[in-house]
């Protein structure tokens, strides 16, 4: 499997949302439906300061990208390279700021567990947020979570790089573990954000990120 990174841009986005939304569903395993209601959260966030996309694309046979499931995920030219371009992963995120919705929760987290002042700002300002990291089941387990998330945060001009994932037991998954080789650390553990009974997790690491020789996954 030959895998491309791509920049997704505000405009191109009627050609890769679709796609990168049943990515997300399948990913997550969350009921069909989901992406509705995401899809204009996620336009939403295109439009905020900072706001940079990465997709990861494969060329499949014609039968594989003409029928279900791989056509919910055909990309078009200039994201795909042609009609059996397939989206296979996809990470965004934005500059973190005090009038949105996760700083504020991640602040009100901080202040709950005994922070001072200024120790919330020195977290809660600067950074970059990770939104979105999701590689379909199909392309798992070949470093393309890696590779997206490396290419993300080369370049950034903020201190840090922030996200939150839900708490998995033992942090047995293949998100905490990218997270964990990537030296992301503990900044708030065991927070529900409002509206949402599951525990999650709040992780970060300073920028810039040290990709190394590792070029990119294997084929
Ligand atoms: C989390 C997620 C984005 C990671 O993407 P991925 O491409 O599977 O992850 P990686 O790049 O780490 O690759 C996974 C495995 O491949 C291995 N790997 C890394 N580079 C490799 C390479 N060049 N060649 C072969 N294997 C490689 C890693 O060791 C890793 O093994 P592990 O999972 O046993 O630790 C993906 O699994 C996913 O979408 N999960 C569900 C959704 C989700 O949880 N998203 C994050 C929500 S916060």
Known sequence: MTIRLVT?????????LEPALDIYVTAMRYPRGTEVHRAALWREHI?????????AVTTVSPHEAHTLPGSR???QPPVGLGENDVLVGIAYGYTGAPDQWWNQQLRLGLRQRGHPAEVVEGIAADYFELTELHVHPSAQGRGIGQWLLGRLLTERPESHVLLSTPEIPEERNRAWSLYRRMGFTDVLRNFTFT????PFAFLGRRLPVDLGPAAGPQP
Do not use: C, E
């Open 195 to 198: 509206g949402d009974p599951r």
């Open 47 to 55: 439009g905020r300061p900072g706001w940079r996309a990465l997709g």
């Open 8 to 16: 997704l841009t505000g405009q191109d986005a009627r050609l890769w």
């Open 73 to 75: 995920r055909r990309v």
